[in-house]
């Protein structure tokens, strides 16, 4: 039987020369091989960037995979082993952003990663998904560009915050995609930053109401009542629609909105008749509830 390698037993700088031949793993041995001793050890940056050279198969690969870990120091040392020029065409800045590393994203930033160029041009839109406004704040000081994409993702997933970053930072609010994707956010406060918005009202006012009624007419589908107010309250043109939107709101079942359609003023004599039938047929109890609560006769 061969006797154990007493690896604790060298001294720290020769255990640290060690790990860098060990680069099977980020770490040079598996975590939970690790006591807190070795792992102090193992987690100096340059030996953790220099297993990475020694364990991928170029820079760049290194570079890529130490983006998604975030470790900013570890970066600093890869980006500088490659030229700035090749820099920009490794989207590293997108994985960084994806990770929600914002320490990462300055880092490779700083290190000259051009947020506009070849697939780091999505590195705002992952951040947006990731509702992490921080980076998108921070890449929009650094002159990204794909502003338009990214406010659609922020608006699809619901961040007020990153909507708000890329409306100060000239994002267009007018396109019908965009409005369909806030509205099935279902966040009223989504909502209402965007119809605060002068430059939406401008594009209301010229739109013949496609939006707006596009606008309703979604907000009802998805049964987002709050979401209808809003829109009831800044668009006052859709009242008009109130009456049809009752039909499609019981329709599927969603009480709460043909409650507001109701306290907004929709005619019960136009579209409660009808209403109430195809509540019946399809058993929605809460709708018609609402009907018996306004006094309607025929249930």
């Not at 267009?172 to 939406?200: F, I, T």
Request: aromatic residues 4%.
């Amino acid at each position: 039987m061969s006797p154990l390698f007493r690896l604790l037993a060298l001294p720290t700088e020769l255990i640290q020369r060690v790990g860098v031949f060990c680069a099977d793993h980020r770490l040079a041995f598996p975590t939970p091989a690790l006591n807190r001793y070795l792992h102090a050890i193992f987690s100096f940056p340059t030996s953790i960037a220099t297993r990475a050279l020694r364990h991928f198969p170029s820079s760049e690969a290194a570079l890529l995979a130490e983006s998604l870990c975030g470790d900013a120091p570890v970066l600093a040392i890869l980006c500088r082993r490659m030229p700035r020029a090749i820099l920009s065409t490794v989207p590293a800045l997108g994985r960084a952003a994806w990770a929600g590393h914002l320490a990462a994203v300055q880092c490779l930033l700083d290190a000259g990663a051009d947020p506009n160029v070849g697939e780091n041009n999505q590195a705002i839109v992952a951040a947006a998904y990731q509702k992490s406004a921080d980076i998108v704040r921070l890449l929009l000081h650094r002159g990204a560009t794909n502003k338009q994409e990214a406010l659609l993702m922020a608006a699809q997933r619901g961040s007020v915050a990153c909507v708000r970053e890329l409306l100060a930072h000239g994002a267009h609010p007018d396109a019908l995609m965009l409005w369909g994707g806030v509205v099935q956010s279902g966040v009223p406060e989504l909502v209402e930053v965007l119809l605060q918005d002068g430059r939406v009202r401008a594009v209301m006012a010229d739109d013949e109401n496609t939006v707006p009624r596009a606008l309703i007419f979604a907000a009802v589908q998805c049964g987002h009542a709050e979401t209808t107010l809003l829109i009831l309250k800044h668009l006052p043109d859709t009242h008009a629609l109130k009456d049809g939107l009752v039909l499609n709101a019981a329709s599927r079942g969603h009480a709460d909105v043909v409650k507001v359609l109701l306290d907004s003023g929709a005619d019960l004599k136009q579209c409660g008749g009808a209403a109430i039938r195809v509540a019946t047929e399809k058993g929605h109890d809460r709708v018609l509830q609402v009907f018996r609560e306004r006094g309607f006769v025929d249930l």
